[in-house]
């Protein structure tokens, strides 16, 4: 037991891929919570799409994915904010309009090339086990950033996340707050990618931040329970990916999947075994609850 769990920390590249899958992870909680706090995960989707033109830019003219897909990750964050404000269109329509426009620029884009596998492919389905040292640090510093803006904004955030018409009749910028919340998700989705790819970033946003919201109703133990959930599904998965010879960024997801499910089923007073026991314990089985008795009626109340 003890060689399984320490084989795989003997090679280099997977003690790179430890540590972005740790970084990617508490990173994209970060983030991610304000995302479900608002209801707004299709926003996380959008921007991960939004990413692939720009990324598919990258290709073409031989740049760095990673800034070319962070570039128009944001552009499109900025154009989801601002067109969100308008009355005729509710935010996931706007948001929806992006996401595909955005999706689809990026397959005109790929498809003007002749050959477009290499490091095209491996964004979009992750590529962590190939990792050099300057994409540590790279994820390393970014991921920091991040943490630290989402540690100064976190009161603003929350107040525009719970009641957007009271924080701004209080004075706050909502559409600025609203625009810095967009182009955080953006980067902290362009950290991700290293992990898991382009397909499945959405998990490391909103499942993790999910898991822990079945769990607790403070959003300062929401966070921390849900960076534990999403560190330990990601080594977890890295361990059966190596182990078994298995896709690493898949095998993230799924071990997140597999924790929300649980969570779902058995977390407390939320949970749907807990809800089923607390029905049971109030009414016994084989009894039927015994309605209230009438109130006494005057007779001269009686017409």
């Known amino acids: 037991m003890i060689e399984w769990l320490t084989e ?24 991610g919570t304000f995302v479900v706090l608002r209801g707004m995960a299709f926003i996380g989707d959008a921007v991960a799409h939004a990413v692939f033109p720009g990324v598919a830019v990258g290709f073409v003219i031989h740049a760095n994915l990673a800034l070319t897909g962070a570039v128009a990750g944001i552009v499109t964050a900025v154009a989801i904010a601002l067109i969100s404000q308008t009355r005729r269109l509710n ?41 050099g040292d300057d994409d540590v640090r790279a994820v390393a510093s970014v991921g920091a950033v991040l943490v630290a803006l989402t540690f100064l904004l976190r009161r603003q955030l929350i107040a525009v996340s719970l009641d957007r018409e009271t924080a701004k009749a209080s004075g706050l910028p909502v559409l600025l707050l609203d625009m810095v919340l967009y182009a955080m998700v953006t980067a902290a989705i362009v950290v991700a990618l290293q992990a898991v790819g382009n397909v499945l970033v959405l998990a490391l946003l909103v499942t993790p931040a999910a898991t822990a919201r ?90």
């Open 91 to 131: 935010e996931d329509t706007v948001i929806g309009v992006f996401w595909a426009g955005s999706f689809g620029l990026g397959i005109v884009i790929v498809s003007t090339q002749d050959a477009y596998t290499g490091d095209l492919t491996s964004f979009l389905f992750g590529q962590i086990l190939a990792l």
């Open 214 to 303: 079945m769990g607790t109703e403070r959003l300062a133990t929401m966070t921390a329970a849900a960076c534990a959930l999403a560190a330990f599904g990601s080594v977890a998965g890295l361990y059966l990916s190596y182990h078994y010879n298995l896709a690493a960024g898949g095998m993230v997801v799924l071990m997140l999947t597999a924790m929300f499910l649980l969570a779902w089923l058995a977390a407390p007073k939320h949970g749907l075994l807990w809800r089923r026991l607390r029905a049971g314990v109030r009414v016994a089985p084989g009894t039927r609850p015994v309605p209230p008795s009438p109130l006494p009626v005057k007779k001269d109340s009686v017409p």
């Open 8 to 31: 795989p920390w003997q090679l280099e590249f997977m003690q790179r891929a430890f540590i972005v899958a740790l970084i990617a992870a508490v990173v994209c909680v970060v983030v």
